[in-house]
Structure formats: C-alpha cells, structure tokens
C-alpha cells in the first residue's frame, strides 16, 4: 500500500509541482491550502507524512504543527521561503522533523521525505517485533515504557515531544556511553536532517527542564566538554 503524503501548501504552482513530484515517486497524495484545512484533513486521512508550509492562510504552519502534535505522531516536513535561525527552532519546538528552506530542489525534497518514511517504517517494523513484549527501562524514578512509547517520574507520566522521546530512549540505550552531537544527530535525526549541533542541544535542554531535579545542575544527562553528552540514568 502507498504512503499517503498530505500537502499543505497556499501557493498553486508550487502545490501543483509537489502533488506531480510525489505521484511520480508513487505516493498517494492529499492537499489543504490553509491551516484550519490541513487540521481537518490530517485528522480525516491520517497520513504517514505532511509538507507543511509555514506561511499559510489564517493558522500558521507553527499553529498547524503544535495542534497536530497533540494527537498525531506523524512526520512533519515544514517549508518555508524564511531561513532565520529562530525559525528552525520555533519548527524544532512545535514539533516538526525537519525543515527546507525553498527555494529547494525536488531531488532534495524527495530525500527528505523517503529519509523520514524509512525511520517510520523502521520504527514500525520493530514495534511489530516487540508486540507481545513489554519493554521498560527504569533509572531510579525515571520509567521508560518502549511499547506504551511513555516516560514516566515518579509515576506522572512527561508530555514529551515526538524527538524529545527519541532523544532520551536512545540516550538510554547507551547509558554510560560518551555520545558526539555528530553522532547523536546522525542516529535520531539521520543523515539528511537540515540541522547541527545546535539542534541536539536545544533538544538536550528541553529534556532536561523535564526530567532534572535541576537542569542547572544536571545529574542524568551529563555535558562532556568540546564533546557532547553521557546518560546516567
């Protein structure tokens, strides 16, 4: 069965353009050409990855992103004509995957998209394998539940975002280890994510202000100067 790719995209030329590209890579493709659309319709065909434009009409691709984020898990792909920094990290806190700047090229955008479906797929199939078993890490009263995909302290579960989740069940599986931003990047994000280092860094952060006594003075996820970071649980 074909991914089904919703495009959110107010400009017809380029939405034309996207809609051709994808059903050429044979993707099924649905669009929205506002905001409040591109809710109803996600909510309605439930994709395995949207384009989401930022500058859209009436809500916003950030507002777009944040109220799916609520209910949804799937790929978020933002574009934008803008290519300030403090776009890409309101699109990284919304919730967004990734990020292209237009203009860009169909042979990049194509990449990005198949990048994104793999880790889907990947994630899917190993879901699959562990159904019947229930797989939890547990670090003093930190709790991570693999099948339920939820972190727990103290027994209240944390309202984490999709990458803020990836970030920490991969820090998790390699407790103790010194991991580079390079490569932190290369295994959550992938290779064809838009980011640097900086991106690990503000995700690191916010999971700090989530599951630190102090995040000043964190005592779980350790910074390794000129490095990166250490798990300890």
């Not at 939405?15 to 506002?34: F, I, M, R, S």
């Not at 290369?186 to 280092?197: E, P, T």
Request: proline share 4%; hydrophobic share 40%.
């Amino acid at each position: 069965m074909a991914d089904k790719i919703l495009v959110v995209e107010d400009e017809p030329v380029l939405q034309e353009t996207l809609v051709y590209n994808l059903k050429h890579q044979g993707y099924e493709v649905d669009t929205a050409n506002n905001g409040q659309a591109a809710i109803d319709k996600a909510k309605e065909i439930n994709p395995d990855l949207i384009l989401l434009d930022i500058m859209l009409p009436g809500l916003d691709g950030f507002d777009v992103c944040r109220i799916l984020r609520k209910d949804m898990n799937v790929p978020i792909l933002m574009l934008t004509a803008r290519d300030d920094e403090i776009d890409r990290v309101v699109g990284l806190e919304v919730g967004a995957d990734d990020y292209l700047t237009k203009p860009f090229s169909m042979r990049e955008l194509i990449a990005r998209v198949k990048a994104l479906l793999r880790r889907v797929h990947s994630m899917q199939s190993l879901n699959t394998q562990e159904d019947a078993t229930n797989i939890i890490l547990q670090f003093n009263n930190l709790i991570i539940d693999e099948t339920r995909h939820e972190v727990k302290i103290d027994d209240q579960p944390l309202d984490l975002k999709p990458k803020e989740y990836d970030l920490l069940l991969y820090l998790a599986n390699h407790k103790g280890h010194v991991l580079s931003r390079e490569k932190m990047l290369k295994d959550v994000w992938g290779w064809n994510y838009f980011g640097g280092s900086r991106t690990v860094d503000v995700h690191v952060r916010w999971l700090r202000e989530k599951i630190e006594d102090n995040p000043a003075d964190p005592v779980r996820i350790i910074t390794i100067r000129s490095v990166g970071y250490r798990f300890e649980g």
